[in-house]
């Protein structure tokens, strides 16, 4: 795969994977036409071993784990949509890998982007906005004082 | 010795209805949802998640409401649940750098490159009694400006390091997979990695006491709190099936980075050494005293002695985690009787001995 192309794919599964489920959930049903899909793999749900690094920048060490559903489909004309994201909701990865698929084919790529992942991209970012808002106002300035004399 | 008893069940079914009666308690007052555990215990929801090692609100939400608020037990449900999943594989590292911080400070320095953002937290409060709460008074919303501050901030330690004042990170070999404890029995000498998974599932009480322990002088090293951060780290998983990796969502993590006194030799000049702590979600005080910890354990490193307990790996790993702590306390609480029974064998055989002895002493006393 190429890297523009990588880097495509991995915006796409990476909205999915962000997004509210009820939000997909809404904009999924909202959607004009579904085509016939069946599953690569079902939704299955797993541990994935969380990595820290020693000291934040070092060698990695196994630091705890995650839970992660994922789930693959491919659609009656061929393309092949997967899902991966933190948590439980199968739903939500069965959702995601349909919307993958689509947006993988010519004919649905438009109306998936304006109407699927253009939303929830915009709706992750006005909430990182809002919760950063939300911090700036507990920026401190400390300052030190000098006692007695000098 | 543990021998299997059978029978109680009748006892032991209706003593699980009884506990489940309880843990409802009055029905008049509404049920607790996961939704509102989540919410409004936040912090016994990450204590369940790093100590049970196992990221998920809603399941440690569960466990709690199942356990009755028994944090332990909680716990103990998420590390029973864990093991029913098999595992896709491991993450690609976090990156603690590129946190979208929702607190950050440094007892260190001052005026750093983003400056102090102390976010939500208990710090500076009074620590009075808020009636206004039991009387479920209406919240305020944050404040919520015009202009944001920058969310990514650099760690802390890089000024120091910057001009070489702090032992340099080492990096390993890239791919090389580290030990994993929940894979394979810990043995020792575990080295820091292992150290860091053991800290890091550990009881927080545990390693609070122990890390109090290195600051009244049970161990060398005076620590300062380098940074403190707290907010989302991004996870990505490489997927064999895609050949790239994957944006599989956030974590909320706290990393605290100790900064402790000084190693040098006759090649290298003094340098200040670090401690490093990673809990799951908004704990403060157990990634802190995991700092505390994780340098007193690196002794061996400086060339320091061992003196304390907190220096001692075996002790340390062997004793911080306390779901096998509470299994081997409270297996106590199980039928004995067969053991007991030899230990009142014995002890009445020796008393006999004694009584035995004494009573010819007397008689040769007499003759």
């Known amino acids: ?55 934040g920048t070092g060698a990695a060490f196994n630091f705890g784990e995650v839970t992660v559903t994922r789930a693959a489909v491919s659609l009656e004309t061929g393309e092949a949509g997967h899902a991966y994201a933190l948590g439980r909701d199968k739903r939500k990865a069965e959702q995601s890998a349909i919307v993958h698929a689509m947006w993988q084919s010519g004919k649905y790529q438009q109306e998936i982007e304006t109407e699927v992942i253009g939303p929830l991209e915009r709706f992750a970012a006005e909430d990182d906005e809002r919760k950063v808002k939300e911090t700036t106002p507990t920026k401190v300035d400390f300052f030190t004082l000098v006692r007695g004399e000098d | ?45 990450d204590r369940v998640m790093s100590e049970g090692s196992l990221y998920d609100r809603e399941l440690a939400s569960l466990a709690i409401k199942q356990s009755a608020g028994d944090l332990i037990e909680a716990i103990f449900l998420i590390r029973a649940y864990r093991t029913t999943l098999p595992r896709f594989g491991a993450s690609r590292p976090l990156e603690t750098r590129e946190m979208r911080v929702e607190r950050r ?4 320095y001052k005026d750093m490159p983003g400056g102090q953002v102390l976010g939500p937290t208990f710090d500076y409060s009074h620590r009075l009694l808020d009636f206004t709460l039991a009387a479920d008074g209406e919240v305020a919303d944050p404040e919520r400006p015009d202009e944001a501050m920058t969310a990514q901030l650099g760690h802390v330690a890089e000024i120091l390091d910057r001009e070489g004042l702090i032992e340099p990170v080492p990096a390993d070999a890239e791919n090389e997979q580290p030990p994993d404890l929940t894979r394979e029995p810990l043995e020792f000498p575990a080295g820091r990695k292992l150290r860091l998974q053991n800290l890091a599932r550990g009881d927080e009480g545990f390693l609070l006491a122990m890390g109090y322990s290195t600051q009244r002088g049970y161990a060398r090293g005076h620590a300062f709190a380098g940074e403190i951060r707290m907010g989302e780290v991004e996870v990505e998983f490489f997927a064999e099936e895609l050949g790239f990796n994957v944006p599989l969502g956030r974590v909320k993590l706290t ?32 990634a802190m005293s995991m700092a505390l910890v994780d340098r007193a354990l690196r002794w061996e490193e400086y060339g320091e002695e061992l003196v304390a307990p907190a220096q001692d790996e075996e002790f340390v790993l062997s004793h911080s985690d306390n779901i096998q702590a509470t299994g081997f306390v409270e297996h106590l609480k199980l039928p004995h009787y067969v053991d007991f029974q030899a230990e009142l064998e014995l002890v009445r055989k020796m008393r006999r001995e004694i009584e035995e002895r004494d009573e010819a002493e007397s008689q040769e006393a007499a003759e």
């Open chain 2, 1 to 45: 010795m543990y021998v299997a008893v059978k029978g109680g069940k009748k006892a032991i079914d209706a003593a699980h209805r009884l506990f489940a009666d309880k843990r409802r308690g009055d029905r008049s007052v509404p049920a607790m949802t996961l939704e509102q555990i989540a919410n409004q215990l936040s912090f016994a929801v």
């Open chain 1, 1 to 55: 795969m190429e890297t523009s192309e990588m880097e495509t794919n991995r915006r796409i599964m990476g909205v999915l994977a962000h997004a509210d489920a009820e939000m997909l959930d809404q904009k999924f049903a909202g959607l004009g036409h579904v085509p016939g899909w069946r599953f690569l793999r079902k939704p299955e749900t797993g541990l994935v071993m969380l990595q820290g690094r020693v000291s």
């Open chain 2, 255 to 286: 990393e605290c980075q100790m900064v402790t006194q000084f190693k040098g030799s006759s090649k290298v000049k003094p340098q200040f050494t670090r401690g490093y702590g990673l809990a799951f979600g908004q704990s403060e005080r157990k």
């Open chain 2, 105 to 108: 400070i440094s007892a260190s």
